[in-house]
Structures are given as C-alpha cells and as structure tokens.
C-alpha cells in the first residue's frame, strides 16, 4: 500500500498512538488501514471411496493437482463458498459439509477451511480452472505432482482420519519450509 | 474505495472479464483490488463454573458487557489472536483453547471464530479497552447488557453444551435482524 484507498494521497508506515503495530496511515484521512488474513474455502469432495482432484489449469502450480479451494468471498458464508468455489473448479455439486481442517499460514497471511463432503453424484468436468478432473483412491494420489503443502497437508489427514471412521475438527499450521 | 492504493489514481467499480461480480480495478496498474470479509477471534474464558466478561469501555457499545474478541492480525495464528485479544482486554491469561464457535455475519464481511478456554489463574484488571472485569456464573448473565448479538449467541450455546458436558465444533449464522 502506497496510496489512501479513500483520498488517493500517499500513505505513511507507523505505530499509531494506542497501537503495537505499523499501519499504513493517511494523514489527511485521518484514517488507519488495517490489513488482515484472507481466508481460503474448500472442499474434499468424497464419492464412495474416492475423492475428486483437480489439475490446475492457471497458475499458480498449472499442471500440478488440487483440491477445490478458493477466496471466500463478501456476503458468503464459509460453506457457500466452499461450495461454489468446488462447483466453479469442477463442475461438481457437493453435499453434507462438514468443518474438518484450519490452516494457519501465517507467512503469507492466509487461512484454510477445509470442508469435509460428498458428491452428489459423480459428475464433473473441464472448467476454465482446471484441465482435467478425476476420482482417486488412496493408492492412486499423485503425490509428487500435488500443488500446495496445505492440500498435500489435508489429504494426509484424511485418509489418516479415514482409517479411523471420523473427521474431527482440527487446527494445523503451515510453516515455512 | 476511490483511489487505487498502488499508484493513487481513481479506481472504477465494474465486473472484470472472467469474473462474475464488481470489483475495483486501476486501469494505470492493471490491477484488481479484491475485497474479502475479515476474521474475528475471541475467548470464554472460564474459572470453575464461572466465565469472565468484560464492560466495553470504547465504542461501539461502551458500557455493555461482551467476551474479548478482536480482529486477528497478519501473521498470527487464530490461537496467538484469541490470547492475545483476551490479554489486551482483560488482563487474563488462557489456556487449554479449543475451537468452538465460527459465525458467519454476512451482512458485514466479518466471520467470529470463539474458543472455549480456561483462566490459568482468576487474575483480570481494567485495562484501556474494559472498564470493569467480572467472573459470572450463569444466573448471573446481564442478557440484557450484552453488546452484540454474535456474543449473546456464543454464551448461550456455551451454556447448553455445558449442561452436556461436551463443546463440539460448530458453524453457525447470525443474520441482520
């Protein structure tokens, strides 16, 4: 941030008064703007013993593999986000969500929800996202060619917890190398 | 947002191609400024069968009693924000934190994530954000004082699951009005 979102002037880096922390403040605003982690929403999406990924077909990471996940967007709830970023990835619908992973990742101020759920029924396809779709099971995951530490992270746990028949809710964080 | 905050010129609010809502986009910086809701994380703190709650000594709601709970910053994890908040506010240190609540409110951009934790000892003071500091037990609950909806809704599930015994994790919704 260079500038004031409101006024166009340029901002100054400091501690304001009753503070502990550098802001990017505007002083002829007036105003302090706060900068805050983003959440990420998805899903790993189940149909009978298989789960859905995803090939990117952006960058970042185009070409490696993926869960549905994305930006939770203003005026969403974090399940509706999820939904429509796995139905925007996939073409997929998924169903019966349930909270079962958050990721800190503080090194780049992001979170991760990651939602359990199914299938409603195994129909998916090419979106401008992504290049191709398929069902794996647990033998079959391309683990060398997944995309992102918190989707490798994620899958782990799962089929991890899956052994054990239940998803329970869990904090984990993502650290830097 | 009027200026973009790269180079300080005016940004125009329209859908970009290959998006489906308005965004603000700098024409001179070919840049999209996207806009997302932002996380609230707080405490129930409990000693024995009591829960501490402090009176708002600033705005908004100055004078009604609520949890600590306040915006999670860059670079911190929603466990370091919620004990941290409830330091800032009361002067308390938790312990044992265990997710418990995430609320989605919409209607302002903003998600709640309260865990349910534990004093480590009954030690509180006014600080700069709370005038008064106090250990209820359940029939003692100024219902009427509370500050905000999203408080009022985390004490009462609070006081349910209690009687059961167990805090699962849930996601629930507090809508406008």
């Known amino acids: 941030m260079k500038y004031c979102s409101n006024c166009g002037k340029p901002v100054e880096l400091l501690i304001p008064k009753d503070d502990d922390r550098p802001r990017y403040v505007c002083h002829a605003c007036k105003i302090v703007h706060y900068q805050n982690p983003k959440l990420v929403v998805g899903c790993i999406p189940e149909w009978k013993n298989k789960i859905l990924l995803c090939r990117r077909d952006i960058e970042p990471k185009k070409g490696k593999w993926t869960l549905p996940a994305g930006y939770l967007e203003n005026g969403e709830t974090v399940e509706d986000g999820a939904m429509r970023e796995t139905f925007e ?57 997944i995309g992102f530490k918190v989707i490798e992270k994620t899958l782990k746990q799962y089929f991890k917890d899956r052994n054990t028949g239940t998803f329970p809710f869990r904090i984990q964080q993502i650290k830097q190398h």
């Open 89 to 145: 990835e996939t073409g997929a619908v998924v169903e019966n969500l349930s909270p079962y992973l958050l990721f800190d990742i503080t090194h780049i101020n992001q979170l991760y929800l990651m939602f359990h759920s199914r299938l409603v029924k195994p129909d998916f396809h090419v979106t401008p996202e992504s290049s191709e779709l398929r069902l794996f099971d647990e033998k079959e995951i391309p683990w060398g060619e």
